[in-house]
């Protein structure tokens, strides 16, 4: 009986540290985003951070905007959603991103440094 007890623990451990939220990691040239949501992302309202080094170091005070965007497939118009994040401090910034319906969305994230140089990093999720 322990034994069953104990299986069925560690089962609910794992599933329950499976079931964590979004992470994912892009990079592009000397940029990295990390990024990450509590939850599992869905379709609707997504609340996702992203941390940006350049070189390793955390990228402050830079301008960040994200697109997702699902292009048009037979029987269904493109859609797409843009979405200004803020700065949260230490490279670290917030946006709310809009998934209108499950499926592979691509992601393009700007970012303009407080010296000008313009980046844009590519990514995808899967809702």
């Known amino acids: 009986m322990k034994l069953l007890i104990t299986i069925l623990t560690i089962m609910l451990t794992l599933g329950l540290a499976n079931a964590s939220g979004f992470e994912k990691t892009a990079k592009f040239r000397t940029i990295t985003v990390e990024m990450s949501s509590e939850k599992p992302l869905t379709t ?69 440094t407080k010296e000008g140089k313009k980046y844009r990093v590519k990514s995808s999720v899967n809702i």
């Open 44 to 112: 609707g309202i997504n609340k996702v951070t992203f941390e940006i080094e350049q070189k390793s170091k955390a990228l402050k005070e830079a301008q960040v905007k994200v697109k997702v965007f699902m292009p048009e497939m037979p029987g269904m118009p493109a859609m797409n959603a843009m979405a200004d994040a803020k700065s949260l401090g230490a490279g670290k910034y917030e946006a709310k991103l809009n998934f209108s319906m499950g499926g592979t969305w691509q992601m393009h994230i700007f970012i303009v």
